[in-house]
Protein backbone atom coordinates (compact mmCIF):
# COMPACT_ATOMS: atom_id res chain seq x y z
CA UNK A 1 0.00 0.00 0.00
CA UNK A 2 1.35 3.54 -1.08
CA UNK A 3 -0.48 6.85 0.93
CA UNK A 4 0.93 9.81 -1.23
CA UNK A 5 0.70 13.00 0.88
CA UNK A 6 0.66 16.53 -0.90
CA UNK A 7 1.81 19.79 0.82
CA UNK A 8 2.67 23.58 -0.18
CA UNK A 9 -0.34 24.77 -1.72
CA UNK A 10 -2.19 27.97 -1.41
CA UNK A 11 -3.23 31.51 -2.69
CA UNK A 12 -0.97 33.27 -4.59
CA UNK A 13 -0.79 36.16 -7.17
CA UNK A 14 -1.36 35.70 -10.79
CA UNK A 15 2.76 35.40 -12.45
CA UNK A 16 4.11 34.03 -8.82
CA UNK A 17 5.64 30.49 -7.93
CA UNK A 18 4.72 27.81 -5.76
CA UNK A 19 6.31 24.08 -4.96
CA UNK A 20 3.79 21.24 -4.22
CA UNK A 21 5.33 18.41 -2.33
CA UNK A 22 4.17 15.22 -2.29
CA UNK A 23 5.84 12.28 0.80
CA UNK A 24 4.74 8.84 -0.32
CA UNK A 25 5.25 6.23 2.57
CA UNK A 26 4.72 2.54 2.25
CA UNK A 27 5.99 0.79 -1.13
CA UNK A 28 8.96 1.20 -2.15
CA UNK A 29 9.14 4.61 -3.79
CA UNK A 30 12.03 4.35 -5.88
CA UNK A 31 9.97 2.15 -7.91
CA UNK A 32 6.83 4.04 -8.49
CA UNK A 33 6.23 6.38 -11.61
CA UNK A 34 4.37 9.49 -9.78
CA UNK A 35 2.22 11.77 -11.61
CA UNK A 36 0.13 15.17 -10.52
CA UNK A 37 -3.37 15.88 -11.71
CA UNK A 38 -5.65 18.70 -10.91
CA UNK A 39 -9.42 19.12 -10.75
CA UNK A 40 -11.06 22.79 -10.98
CA UNK A 41 -14.88 22.99 -9.54
CA UNK A 42 -17.23 21.29 -12.09
CA UNK A 43 -14.29 20.16 -14.51
CA UNK A 44 -12.70 16.62 -14.97
CA UNK A 45 -9.69 15.94 -12.96
CA UNK A 46 -6.75 16.08 -15.56
CA UNK A 47 -3.21 15.61 -16.05
CA UNK A 48 -0.68 17.59 -15.27
CA UNK A 49 2.71 15.92 -15.27
CA UNK A 50 4.66 12.83 -14.11
CA UNK A 51 7.56 11.53 -13.40
CA UNK A 52 9.27 7.76 -14.07
CA UNK A 53 10.92 6.50 -11.35
CA UNK A 54 14.19 6.85 -11.85
CA UNK A 55 13.63 10.66 -13.20
CA UNK A 56 14.95 9.99 -16.65
CA UNK A 57 11.30 10.19 -18.36
CA UNK A 58 8.83 13.05 -17.75
CA UNK A 59 6.23 14.16 -19.54
CA UNK A 60 4.35 17.53 -19.21
CA UNK A 61 -0.14 18.90 -20.24
CA UNK A 62 0.91 21.13 -22.85
CA UNK A 63 -0.81 24.03 -20.64
CA UNK A 64 1.75 23.75 -17.98
CA UNK A 65 4.98 22.76 -20.25
CA UNK A 66 7.36 26.06 -20.06
CA UNK A 67 5.80 26.57 -16.58
CA UNK A 68 6.35 23.83 -14.59
CA UNK A 69 8.64 21.23 -13.32
CA UNK A 70 8.13 17.61 -11.67
CA UNK A 71 10.95 16.76 -9.83
CA UNK A 72 12.19 13.69 -7.27
CA UNK A 73 14.05 12.97 -4.71
CA UNK A 74 14.15 8.83 -4.54
CA UNK A 75 16.26 9.68 -0.94
CA UNK A 76 13.73 11.42 0.65
CA UNK A 77 10.46 9.79 -0.66
CA UNK A 78 9.09 13.12 -2.45
CA UNK A 79 8.32 14.85 -5.10
CA UNK A 80 7.95 17.90 -6.49
CA UNK A 81 6.32 20.41 -8.53
CA UNK A 82 7.40 23.84 -9.49
CA UNK A 83 4.93 26.16 -10.26
CA UNK A 84 5.95 29.12 -11.93
CA UNK A 85 4.29 31.82 -13.71
CA UNK A 86 0.71 30.73 -12.22
CA UNK A 87 -1.91 31.71 -13.71
CA UNK A 88 -6.13 32.38 -12.76
CA UNK A 89 -6.64 28.93 -14.90
CA UNK A 90 -4.16 27.36 -12.40
CA UNK A 91 -6.53 27.08 -9.97
CA UNK A 92 -7.54 23.69 -9.04
CA UNK A 93 -6.74 21.04 -6.46
CA UNK A 94 -3.69 19.56 -6.82
CA UNK A 95 -4.04 15.84 -6.34
CA UNK A 96 -0.46 13.42 -6.39
CA UNK A 97 -0.44 9.58 -7.45
CA UNK A 98 1.48 6.81 -8.02
CA UNK A 99 1.86 4.38 -10.47
CA UNK A 100 3.56 0.33 -11.15
CA UNK A 101 4.75 0.92 -14.63
CA UNK A 102 5.86 4.08 -17.11
CA UNK A 103 3.55 4.49 -20.57
CA UNK A 104 2.02 6.34 -22.88
CA UNK A 105 -1.05 6.19 -20.33
CA UNK A 106 0.69 7.77 -17.43
CA UNK A 107 -0.96 10.95 -19.17
CA UNK A 108 -4.47 9.46 -18.07
CA UNK A 109 -5.29 8.25 -14.51
CA UNK A 110 -5.72 4.76 -15.84
CA UNK A 111 -2.22 3.13 -14.25
CA UNK A 112 -2.39 5.54 -11.31
CA UNK A 113 -3.43 3.16 -8.30
CA UNK A 114 -2.73 5.53 -5.26
CA UNK A 115 -4.04 8.80 -4.65
CA UNK A 116 -3.24 11.91 -2.23
CA UNK A 117 -6.07 13.66 -1.03
CA UNK A 118 -5.10 16.75 -2.69
CA UNK A 119 -4.09 20.21 -2.04
CA UNK A 120 -5.49 23.66 -2.97
CA UNK A 121 -3.62 26.16 -5.79
CA UNK A 122 -5.71 29.28 -5.65
CA UNK A 123 -4.33 32.00 -8.34
CA UNK A 124 -5.79 35.07 -8.00
CA UNK A 125 -5.84 37.85 -11.03
Known amino acids: QVQPVESGGGLVQAGGSLRLSCAAS????????MGWFRQAPGKEREFVAA????????NYADSVKGRFTISRDNAKNTVYLQMNSLKPEDTAVYFCAAAVYWSWLVVTITPYRYWGQGTQVTVSS
Open 51 to 58: ISSGGDNT
Open 26 to 33: GRTFSSLV
